[in-house]
């Protein structure tokens, strides 16, 4: 079975899940979006607005910053793999509760099982916080900038992760965009020391 099929079937699950409180006010799942074979994957924390009308991850202003980001890095937004900790819309756009993306991880780990990628970026501190270790997200930055990027080890997937701002943040806060593109410099940089180049 294909990968495409394989996170088909993952996402008819996610639109029939009942495990927590944020299934009673979706409008639609926002399951992943990308390249099922992508060697770089995105990690946000959960649908927006937008996101829960579309069913799709990052399609509001926050998404198409990312794509900006990801063009600068070279890639076209179907190179890559996005998800979320969390598959429904939180109410108002809070962060997730501990409870909620519990519920949901086993969703991500098995997206990330099947996509087996090389890479994984973790937008902002909710992500980073689930796939790293509970921190802030200055300090996480400042630990891998120091000593180069973590390492995701679970089940199958072994692979390298950065851990950077999320777009609506540097809505919020432009400054911060300078910050977050030496971040992905940093990918970039150990992509070209694994592959010999940056593109996908």
Request: net charge neutral; charged share 30%.
């Amino acid at each position: 079975m294909s990968n495409a099929k394989k996170l088909g079937l993952i996402a008819e699950k996610i639109a029939q899940c009942k495990k927590c409180d944020l299934c009673q006010a979706r409008t639609k799942t926002v399951p992943g979006v990308g390249n099922p074979n992508a060697e770089v994957v995105f990690i946000g924390e959960g649908p927006g607005k937008s996101e829960d009308q579309e069913g799709e991850p990052f399609v509001g202003r926050a998404g198409a910053l990312l794509n900006n980001i990801i063009e600068a890095c070279g890639w076209a937004r179907e190179q890559i793999y996005i998800a979320n900790i969390v598959k429904c819309r939180p109410p108002d756009n809070r962060n997730p509760e501990d409870e909620e993306s519990a519920a949901c991880r086993p969703f991500l780990d098995l997206q990330l099982k099947v996509i087996n990628p090389k890479y994984i970026v973790c937008l902002g501190a909710v992500a980073s916080k689930h796939l790293v270790r509970e921190s802030s997200l200055t300090a996480l930055r400042y630990d891998q900038n120091r000593d180069g990027l973590y390492k995701y080890e679970k089940d199958t997937v072994n692979a390298k992760l950065l851990c950077t701002f999320h777009p609506a943040y540097l809505l919020r806060n432009p400054p911060k965009k300078k910050e977050s593109w030496q971040d992905m410099l940093i990918l970039l940089s150990e992509m070209e020391k694994d592959n010999g180049t940056n593109e996908l």
